[in-house]
């Protein structure tokens, strides 16, 4: 019954607590919107690549790798010479291997040239293979697969024709030699949706006239002639190696590291992650402060809130005094409507957050490539919303003891 | 009935008690003798602001008196701690305020029933106490249904007759009421007054009403004025 007449005080209060409740909500939505958003990104990031044991590159760091290799985030200070990948591809420990060549875009989006067995042991979100629909792989040397992103920003379907230009946002394009569309990868929320697959070989033919990254003047190779030519690379950026078995992963990882030809860097994906969380976690941190300050700032509002009903309640309190209740029962009866109000925000605060997260989330992808999972609540979240009626609790504990006192001077006879 | 079966046993005795809120106050109140027996009904005629309340206070258990004995129904309220005498009062006593006695949110069924939480041997004296509030509310001339709409929605002399059901329920020895009929017109009055009286009767408390109007006097045992039992002090302000 004492709950029920709690309720009943609340309801009686119902713009005041009504507002606060709202406050607490979109504090608390806001709190697990970026606790979401921060995993989501985390996990969207883990998901970009799998199945991949090392990354290989020239000598640099093992974020900067990753980010250039797998993400297209940054530019490689070196390349890996042919020489070296075919070293490394020779090694008995290589299950599989997969070069990467990097440098140049199409409009926004960068060009990347491997091999066909990119399609095959690309993985991501836990082991997913790239599907290509509509459309096929690389099958002649001016053949482009393109990302879904790449395709609906600029309107592509099959066998439409693409010039590459060369390096990034560079106004050199290499219109002597242009491509056919053969295939759109379907949407996979990686950064490949981003990207236009060409083939090693096709990297090199568009270069054939090009020294020192510029074009020799007046020298344009037919393309026919292009075709008879040996194109295999003389570098590539960056290779991705699969191992037979997971234990040689960093016995293959040092031999690389030591090789004597040239400065290489092999990295696992998952340890050079951790290590961008490292760096990424401090702003993360801050984020995720700024949003429990805002939670704390509803909390203030609901105890001042609680406080400056307290005079206009002293009549009430003074009834319940005169029916025998304690001043604790005074002090328990605020402590709960605090953690009704806190309970309330905190739920609808949940709803609010799902309800934006339903309506967002096709556009979260669009705009930033990030999917959002809409799971139920997990641990954290109930966690999370146990300690914002904690704190309630205890932030209300101040008003509460103020009525306490001012019951006992009270009593029951208060004049108003 | 309470545990005192003694039926000489006062309602309420009060010996040399003394007074003070706080040194610096400037107010005291001194009964050397005071005593209202059982089933008596009491009117204590004081102007307001003369101390009646800071002595119903002082029965209620609200505060303690520096010296001197304060009895209710046999139990020396300066033995008990404060959370007992809070319990006390619960058990022992109804209250009937000059208005405002009613938590407007709850229905007139939770009002009625209020005292009870705190109160459990009151509230297995009541039995069916749901029932008892509904037979007090027809007794009192209060429409039935009444028990579930909310209490804020009533007229000032309905709240008064809920809250005289709230104080009699349970059959608690003693009622105390602090110039209840100040609000209400004088035909509501002097219903009021009649049915407070014949509920009080049956059953079996005491009445200790404060007011300021004499002429309530003609329905009780026995009338006083607060300045020929009381001596009261305050500071020229």
């Not at chain 1, 713009?15 to 606060?20: D, H, K, M, P």
């Not at chain 1, 190779?221 to 008879?228: A, G």
């Amino acid at each position: 019954m004492i709950l029920r007449l709690a309720f009943g005080s609340l309801r009686a209060r119902a713009l005041t607590v009504g507002l606060t409740v709202l406050a607490i909500a979109l504090s608390v939505a806001l709190f697990l919107g970026v606790e979401k958003v921060r995993t989501g990104a985390r996990a969207s990031f883990a998901d970009t690549i799998s199945g991949t044991d090392l990354i290989v590159g020239a000598r640099s760091g093992s974020v900067q790798l990753m980010l250039y290799s797998v993400f297209r985030i940054g530019n490689a200070t070196n390349n890996v010479t042919w020489q070296s990948y075919q070293d490394i591809a020779a090694r008995d420990e290589v299950d599989w291997i997969v070069p990467i060549s990097l440098g140049d875009s199409h409009r926004q989006f960068r060009v990347m040239g491997t091999t066909p067995a990119f399609f095959e042991h690309y993985k991501y979100r836990g082991g997913r293979a790239l599907q290509i629909t509509p459309g096929a792989g690389l099958d002649d040397l001016y053949d482009a697969v393109i990302g879904a992103d790449v395709a609906a920003a600029l309107g592509y379907a099959v066998d439409d024709p693409i010039v590459v230009s060369h390096g990034l946002a560079s106004f050199t394009e290499h219109d002597d030699q242009p491509f056919r569309v053969a295939g759109i990868i379907a949407k996979t929320g990686t950064p490949v949706d981003r990207t236009v697959i060409v083939s090693l070989q096709a990297i090199e033919a568009i270069h054939v006239d090009w020294q020192s990254g510029a074009q020799q003047p007046g020298q344009s190779t037919p393309v026919e002639q292009i075709r008879q030519m040996d194109l295999t690379p003389k570098a590539i950026t960056a290779a991705m190696v699969g191992v037979k078995s997971r234990l040689q992963v960093f016995a293959l990882q040092r031999w690389i590291n030591e090789y004597p030809e040239e400065p290489l860097l092999a990295v696992l994906p998952g340890l050079a992650l951790q290590e961008l969380w490292q760096i990424v976690g401090l702003a993360e941190t801050a984020l995720v402060g700024v949003s429990a300050m805002v939670v704390v700032t509803a909390l203030l509002g609901m105890t001042a809130m609680i406080f400056s009903s307290l005079n206009e309640r002293r009549r009430e309190m003074a009834i319940w005094r005169a029916m025998g209740a304690r001043p604790g029962v005074i002090l328990g009866l605020l402590v709960l409507e605090a953690v009704l109000m806190a309970a309330l925000g905190a739920l609808l605060g949940m709803a609010l957050l799902y309800g934006a997260l339903a309506l967002a989330r096709p556009l979260i992808d669009a705009a930033f490539g990030l999917w959002l999972p809409l799971d139920p609540p997990g641990l954290r979240e109930l966690w999370g919303m146990l300690a914002v009626i904690g704190a309630a609790a205890l932030a209300s504990l101040l008003p509460a003891l103020r009525a306490y006192r001012l019951s006992l001077a009270d009593g029951m006879m208060v004049r108003i | 009935m309470p545990e005192s079966s003694d039926l000489h046993t006062p309602a309420i005795d009060l010996t040399g008690v003394e007074f003070h809120w706080g040194r610096r106050s400037g107010f005291s109140l001194d009964v050397p003798r005071f005593q209202v027996a059982r089933r008596e009904s009491v009117l204590l005629l004081g102007q307001s602001g003369s101390g009646k309340s800071t002595l119903l206070s002082l029965i209620c258990g609200i505060v303690t008196a520096q010296s001197g004995k304060v009895t209710v129904g046999g139990t020396d309220l300066a033995t008990l701690r404060a959370g007992a005498r809070d319990r006390f009062r619960a058990e022992q006593i109804g209250v009937i305020f000059q208005q405002f006695n009613l938590l407007p949110y709850g229905s007139v069924a939770d009002n009625i029933l209020l005292p009870l939480n705190f109160a459990p041997e009151r509230r297995q004296r009541a039995g069916d106490a749901h029932a008892k509030a509904g037979h007090l509310c027809q007794a009192l001339g209060l429409p039935s249904g009444l028990l579930a709409s909310p209490a804020g929605r009533l007229s000032v002399g309905q709240q008064q007759r809920v809250a005289v059901a709230r104080a009699l329920i349970g059959n608690p020895p003693l009622i105390v009421a602090d110039e209840p009929t100040s609000a209400l017109d004088a035909a509501t009055q002097d219903n009021f007054l009649g049915l407070l009286f014949e509920q009080t009767a049956e059953a079996g408390s005491a009445l200790l009403m404060v007011s300021h109007d004499e002429r309530l006097a003609p329905r009780f045992d026995r009338v006083l004025r607060l300045e020929d039992i009381a001596r009261i002090e305050r500071a020229a302000a």
